[in-house]
């Protein structure tokens, strides 16, 4: 069976990556169209070598689109994902809007890919946050054998995170430093530019930002609600590569060496970590890749059952399009083909 798809968002960062992930893993398609705002139709969008005209969202028929991949935001999302999911297109939405409706899946294929069952409720699955995603695959198989008790992770989140715009800020600012011209801050609330901001999404009444915040939420959603999990996220000058240092606390004794073999084995995870000079992995190797990868692999002393490790994805893809793609290739297999049984 192939599928009609429709991205929404398609000129964004993540839409774009989507349309490459689609073409790359060779998703049955019958027709892709690339959807955004009015301001960017008859724009150019690419599946593989195909160039694709943007259409206008606000002006576009759902009816005979099987999947709707939404990156555009969480307030076009909390307007279009039901309006397209009655005209009988399963939304799969990239935004904040929908992770916590408890009609609506939050999905990582690797961790709980059973839940895609629960679309039927609204026709719309959440893709979780960028920082989640990448925590999510490490942690899976480590609960599955010896029950994660607690989580302290630092994150080092790369600008294209906040998006085109975050990723023009950290290249102008760069440049007019060099130049000796006067630094702009648009997207950003201190200059990016070869520093760091403990500051992601708004803050909320406790200290904590949205982002630490859904952390937190979609962990527990996701994985195990009774998993406890504390966050501080921090925007980084990487262009592209999240980054996070995670201690865990376990109920059972679990080795570093154990935990290597059984992160080394499991879904979508690569493990470098050997203890040496560049024998760990930066953002800058992970980008374009589809691997969650973990190194620093280590026997967290401080506390009974401890480890820590260092894990490091590319959020334009596991955490964000890739995992998008995977739900739906879950979907197609697994549901939609029952559906036309």
């Given at each position: 069976m192939s599928y009609k798809v429709a991205v929404v968002g398609a000129t964004?960062?993540?839409?774009?990556?989507?349309?490459?992930?689609?073409?790359?893993?060779?998703?049955?398609?019958?027709?892709?169209?690339?959807?955004?705002?009015?301001r960017s139709v008859g724009k150019d969008a690419h599946f593989g070598d195909q160039r694709i005209k943007v259409k206008a969202l606000e002006d576009f028929d759902f009816r005979g689109t099987d999947?709707?991949?939404?990156?555009?935001?969480?307030?076009?999302?909390?307007?279009?994902?039901?309006?397209?999911?009655?005209?009988?297109?399963?939304?799969?939405?990239?935004?904040?809007?929908?992770?916590?409706?408890p009609d609506v899946p939050l999905i990582v294929p690797e961790v709980n890919a059973?839940?895609?069952?629960?679309?039927?409720?609204?026709?719309i699955i959440a893709n979780p946050n960028c920082s989640t995603a990448q925590l999510v695959v490490a942690l899976k198989p480590l609960h599955d054998r010896a029950r994660i008790q607690r989580v302290v992770v630092s994150t080092y989140q790369s600008v294209s995170g906040a998006g085109n715009d975050g990723v023009t800020e950290l290249e102008r600012q760069t440049k007019a430093i060099f130049?000796?011209?006067?630094?702009e801050k648009q997207k950003f609330t201190k200059q990016i530019a070869f520093n760091v901001i403990p500051h992601i999404d708004v803050f909320m009444e406790d200290g904590f930002t949205k982002e630490?915040?859904?952390?937190?939420?979609?962990?527990?959603?996701?994985?195990?609600?009774?998993?406890?999990?504390?966050?501080?996220?921090?925007?980084?000058?990487?262009?592209?590569?999240?980054?996070?240092?995670?201690?865990?606390?376990?109920?059972?004794p679990l080795s570093a060496e154990e935990a290597r073999d059984i992160l080394s084995e499991a879904p979508g995870i690569q493990v470098l970590d050997r203890r040496e000079p560049g024998g760990y992995i930066t953002p800058l190797e992970s980008a374009g890749d589809y691997n969650t990868f973990v190194s620093r692999i280590r026997e967290d002393i401080t506390v009974e059952n401890g480890l820590a490790?260092?894990?490091?994805?590319?959020?334009?893809?596991?955490?964000?399009?890739?995992?998008a793609v995977q739900i739906a290739e879950v979907l197609a297999a697994r549901f939609l083909k029952k559906q036309a049984a």
């Open positions: 964004g960062v993540v839409g774009r990556e989507m349309l490459n992930i689609l073409h790359e893993r060779k998703f049955p398609v019958s027709e892709v169209v690339a959807l955004a705002s009015r999947i709707a991949l939404f990156s555009a935001g969480g307030a076009t999302s909390k307007e279009w994902a039901p309006r397209v999911a009655a005209q009988g297109a399963i939304v799969i939405d990239n935004s904040s809007q929908w992770r916590m409706d059973d839940a895609i069952a629960g679309y039927t409720k609204k026709g130049v000796n011209d006067p630094i630490e915040w859904k952390m937190t939420a979609e962990t527990k959603k996701i994985l195990d609600p009774k998993i406890k999990l504390t966050a501080t996220c921090v925007r980084v000058p990487v262009f592209i590569g999240h980054s996070e240092s995670v201690n865990i606390e376990f109920e059972q490790m260092w894990v490091v994805s590319d959020n334009l893809r596991k955490g964000a399009a890739l995992n």
